[in-house]
């Protein structure tokens, strides 16, 4: 983007300065020509008056009178029936092989006055004059590639962090961004992606906790269904009730793989992004981020990662998420910041801490939700970082309140993250 500003900006200020430049040279020159040619002219006028008042006078020509009229380096030749031929000076046509400017004027007794001087003076004022219309074309061009610079870059920066921002939207950081850049448009398509992103982060906490119910009563219901089911075919006295019952239960259980499914499904599509990551390159990069705010504030932050642990996950989301964390813990918290991972199970464990007073019992409960905070900010962070978390298959919980202590739950990668095969879900126990 950048580029394509600096060229376009550059290839205007040199159309401009050619525009300009080549007739600008073109008229100064052609004037320096016409100064030049309307002062021999004069000066030819002037000498024939003056030769015109000696014939009026009855004197005879006498070219050591007009000599002061006539310009230095200059050749004089005066033509007249009563005196003949006479001239003044050397001739520069000899010298300067035709390059000359003359001039003539009528006298009396039908002579002429012809005023002949050497044009290479004028082709250095000519020289001069064009060289500095090219000096000044070149520091517009050069001005202009100064200003287009800066212009690009005060363009391309609020652009490209536009575009970031908007990519962190797709890939579900729904956190607003107070920068503004002084430019109206782009000012304008910040507030509309932080409005669209505040919908967006309420339309996707309502569909979860949509899902989420949907799929609690449909497993209560399955299970209750599922329960009468076995009951009734264990009774092998009714043979035929026992037979439709079994037939009943497996369509049941059918259809609770098929919830499994439709619900991993759902999951994978949040999670397209997750990848395979090595957890203590990536919580370095992140803890690298904000060392030089918590040492500004004089706090330090530890760091205890196991090489080799590896976690399924969107790299961009557990960067926000982790990161909306450790803003929290320098907002709100205290002491050392300790970051720490571990496998468990099926599951990696990110825990995030720091030695605050922690969270107020009467929010413990309700941190999570959107607007809810202790220390005046806006309460949004923490619901979306479990909202970019969710996202990615896991899960994002308050272990400890007092000091305050948050466990990021992470999927562990399997044989399809890498291979790129479907593996069937596992059906959680009725």
Same mark, same amino acid.
């Given at each position: 983007?950048?580029?394509?500003?600096?060229?376009?900006?550059?290839?205007?200020?040199?159309?401009?300065?050619?525009?300009?430049?080549?007739?600008?040279?073109?008229?100064?020159?052609?004037?320096?020509?016409?100064?030049?040619?309307?002062?021999?002219?004069?000066?030819?006028?002037?000498?024939?008056?003056?030769?015109?008042?000696?014939?009026?006078?009855?004197?005879?020509?006498?070219?050591?009178?007009?000599?002061?009229?006539?310009?230095?380096?200059?050749?004089?030749?005066?033509?007249?029936?009563?005196?003949?031929?006479?001239?003044?000076?050397?001739?520069?046509?000899?010298? &300067?092989?035709?390059?000359?400017?003359?001039?003539?004027?009528?006298?009396? &007794?039908?002579?002429?006055?012809?005023?002949?001087?050497?044009?290479?003076?004028?082709?250095?004022?000519?020289?001069?004059?064009?060289? @500095?219309?090219?000096? %000044?074309?070149?520091?517009?061009?050069?001005?202009?590639?100064?200003?287009?610079?800066?212009? !690009? $870059?005060?363009?391309?920066?609020?652009?490209? &962090?536009?575009?970031?921002?908007?990519?962190?939207?797709? !890939?579900?950081?729904?956190?607003?961004?107070?920068?503004?850049?002084?430019?109206?448009?782009?000012?304008?398509?910040?507030?509309?992606?932080?409005?669209?992103?505040?919908?967006?982060?309420?339309?996707?906490?309502?569909?979860?906790? %949509?899902?989420?119910?949907?799929?609690?009563?449909?497993?209560?219901?399955?299970?209750?269904?599922? @329960?009468? %089911?076995?009951?009734? !075919?264990?009774?092998?006295?009714?043979?035929?009730?026992?037979?439709?019952?079994? !037939?009943?239960?497996?369509?049941?259980?059918?259809?609770?793989?098929?919830?499994?499914?439709?619900?991993?499904?759902?999951?994978?599509?949040?999670?397209?992004?997750?990848?395979?990551?090595?957890?203590?390159?990536? @919580?370095?990069?992140?803890?690298?981020?904000?060392?030089?705010?918590?040492?500004?504030?004089?706090?330090?932050?530890?760091?205890?990662?196991?090489?080799?642990? %590896?976690? $399924?996950?969107?790299?961009?989301?557990?960067?926000?998420?982790?990161?909306?964390?450790?803003?929290?813990?320098?907002?709100?918290?205290? *002491?050392?910041?300790?970051?720490?991972?571990?496998?468990?199970?099926?599951?990696?464990?990110?825990?995030?801490?720091?030695?605050?007073?922690?969270?107020?019992?009467?929010?413990?409960?309700?941190?999570?939700?959107?607007?809810?905070?202790? *220390?005046?900010?806006?309460?949004?962070?923490?619901?979306?970082?479990?909202?970019?978390?969710?996202?990615?298959? *896991?899960?994002?919980?308050?272990?400890?309140?007092?000091?305050?202590?948050?466990?990021?739950?992470?999927?562990?990668?399997?044989? *399809?993250?890498?291979?790129?095969?479907?593996?069937?879900?596992?059906?959680?126990?009725?």
């Amino acid at each position: 983007m950048r580029r394509r500003i600096l060229r376009a900006i550059l290839l205007a200020v040199a159309v401009t300065g050619f525009a300009l430049g080549i007739p600008l040279g073109y008229t100064a020159l052609k004037v320096i020509g016409d100064v030049e040619q309307t002062t021999v002219t004069w000066s030819a006028q002037n000498i024939a008056v003056n030769l015109d008042d000696q014939f009026a006078s009855g004197r005879s020509i006498n070219l050591d009178s007009v000599s002061k009229m006539v310009p230095e380096g200059a050749y004089l030749v005066v033509t007249s029936n009563a005196t003949g031929t006479q001239t003044l000076g050397t001739d520069p046509d000899r010298d &300067h092989d035709g390059d000359v400017i003359t001039a003539s004027a009528r006298i009396a &007794h039908q002579g002429t006055v012809l005023l002949t001087v050497s044009a290479q003076p004028l082709r250095t004022r000519q020289i001069q004059v064009a060289g @500095l219309v090219v000096l %000044l074309v070149v520091l517009s061009v050069g001005t202009g590639t100064v200003v287009a610079t800066v212009t !690009a $870059r005060r363009l391309a920066e609020p652009l490209k &962090h536009v575009a970031d921002r908007a990519r962190r939207l797709g !890939a579900g950081d729904f956190r607003p961004d107070p920068n503004r850049h002084g430019v109206p448009e782009l000012d304008q398509v910040s507030e509309a992606l932080d409005t669209s992103a505040d919908a967006l982060a309420l339309l996707v906490q309502r569909e979860r906790e %949509l899902v989420g119910d949907v799929s609690h009563q449909l497993r209560s219901r399955l299970t209750a269904l599922q @329960l009468r %089911l076995e009951s009734l !075919a264990e009774y092998p006295e009714e043979q035929e009730t026992a037979g439709e019952a079994k !037939a009943a239960l497996e369509q049941a259980d059918r259809l609770a793989e098929v919830l499994d499914e439709l619900l991993a499904a759902a999951r994978a599509a949040r999670a397209v992004g997750a990848e395979p990551i090595d957890l203590r390159d990536e @919580l370095s990069a992140i803890s690298s981020e904000w060392r030089d705010p918590l040492r500004a504030e004089g706090r330090t932050l530890r760091l205890r990662v196991p090489d080799g642990l %590896l976690a $399924r996950a969107t790299p961009a989301r557990l960067r926000e998420a982790i990161g909306v964390l450790l803003d929290n813990a320098l907002r709100h918290g205290a *002491g050392t910041v300790t970051v720490t991972a571990r496998q468990d199970d099926s599951t990696v464990v990110v825990e995030v801490s720091d030695g605050g007073d922690g969270v107020p019992d009467e929010l413990a409960g309700h941190i999570f939700e959107r607007g809810v905070s202790g *220390g005046g900010s806006t309460g949004v962070g923490l619901a979306l970082a479990r909202a970019l978390v969710d996202a990615d298959g *896991g899960r994002l919980e308050l272990s400890t309140a007092r000091p305050a202590m948050f466990a990021v739950f992470l999927p562990v990668p399997k044989a *399809g993250d890498v291979l790129g095969v479907n593996w069937r879900s596992e059906s959680t126990p009725r």
